[in-house]
T-cell receptor, first 110, second 112 residues
Framework: GQSLEQPSEVTAVEGAIVQINCTYQ??????LSWYQQHDGGAPTFLSY????GLEETGRFSSFLSRSDSYGYLLLQELQMKDSASYFC???????????FGTGTRLKVLA | DSGVTQTPKHLITATGQRVTLRCSPR?????VYWYQQSLDQGLQFLIQ???????AKGNILERFSAQQFPDLHSELNLSSLELGDSALYFC???????????FGPGTRLLVL
C-alpha cells in the first residue's frame, strides 16, 4: 500500500528550529507537499518539492530525497502562531490519488 | 480566505438520513477535491473532479457520491448515514493538477 508516516507530536520553544519528518512507502508520486492546519481550521499550503533537494520559503523550508523515501519540513525562528498540525502529502502517479500523511501536531512553548 | 466556499458550515442529522454538501471552487479553478477528516485524524482523500469529469477516486464509500456541475461547483452526497460518518468534510480546488490545493472552511457533519 501507500502510506506517509509522520511523528504524532513535536514540542519546541519559541525562536527554536524544528524539523518534521515524513517517511513514505509509495511506488511513485509527482512531488511532496506540506500543509499547515490550525485547530478547527482548513489546511493551507506551505511548500512543495518536485525534485530532490531543499526548497526555501521564508521561515519554512522543505526537503525531499526520493532515494531515501524521506522528506522533512523545517521551521525556523518558531513563533507561537506556528502551533498547529502539519501534514505531508503526495499525488500518487498513475492513480492520481492524493495521499496525506498521518500529521504532526507542533506545540510551541513560550 | 482561500476563495473556496462550502455550505453548510455545520450539519446535524440522524442515522439513515441523506445530506448534500456543496462546494464552490476559486474562480478559474477547474479541479475540485473532497476530503474527510475525522476527529484528530488525517485527511482522507475521497474523490476529485476536473472540469466536470471524475479524475481520481480515493477511499470513498459506495454510500457517498459526488458530481461537478457545468458551473464547476461540486456537491458531495452522503446517504444512509452512520454514526461513523461524523467528521469534517473539506473541499479543495486547484487550477489543474498543480501542487497547490486551496481548501474551503469545511462542513462539520454530526450524525446522531
Amino acid at each position: 500500500g501507500q502510506s506517509l508516516e509522520q511523528p504524532s507530536e513535536v514540542t519546541a520553544v519559541e525562536g527554536a528550529i524544528v524539523q518534521i519528518n515524513c517517511t513514505y512507502q509509495t511506488s511513485g508520486f509527482y512531488g511532496l507537499s506540506w500543509y499547515q492546519q490550525h485547530d478547527g481550521g482548513a489546511p493551507t499550503f506551505l511548500s512543495y518539492n518536485a525534485l530532490d533537494g531543499l526548497e526555501e520559503t521564508g521561515r519554512f523550508s522543505s526537503f525531499l530525497s526520493r532515494s531515501d523515501s524521506y522528506g522533512y519540513l523545517l521551521l525556523q525562528e518558531l513563533q507561537m502562531k506556528d502551533s498547529a498540525s502539519y501534514f505531508c502529502a503526495v499525488l500518487a502517479s498513475g492513480t492520481y490519488k492524493y495521499i496525506f500523511g498521518t500529521g504532526t501536531r507542533l506545540k510551541v512553548l513560550a | 480566505d482561500s476563495g473556496v466556499t462550502q455550505t453548510p458550515k455545520h450539519l446535524i442529522t440522524a442515522t439513515g438520513q441523506r445530506v448534500t454538501l456543496r462546494c464552490s471552487p476559486r474562480s478559474g479553478d477547474l479541479s475540485v477535491y473532497w476530503y474527510q477528516q475525522s476527529l484528530d485524524q488525517g485527511l482522507q482523500f475521497l474523490i476529485q473532479y476536473y472540469n466536470g469529469e471524475e479524475r481520481a477516486k480515493g477511499n470513498i464509500l459506495e454510500r457517498f457520491s459526488a458530481q461537478q456541475f457545468p458551473d464547476l461547483h461540486s456537491e458531495l452526497n452522503l446517504s444512509s448515514l452512520e454514526l461513523g460518518d461524523s467528521a469534517l468534510y473539506f473541499c479543495a480546488s486547484s487550477e489543474g493538477l498543480e501542487k497547490t490545493q486551496y481548501f474551503g472552511p469545511g462542513t462539520r457533519l454530526l450524525v446522531l
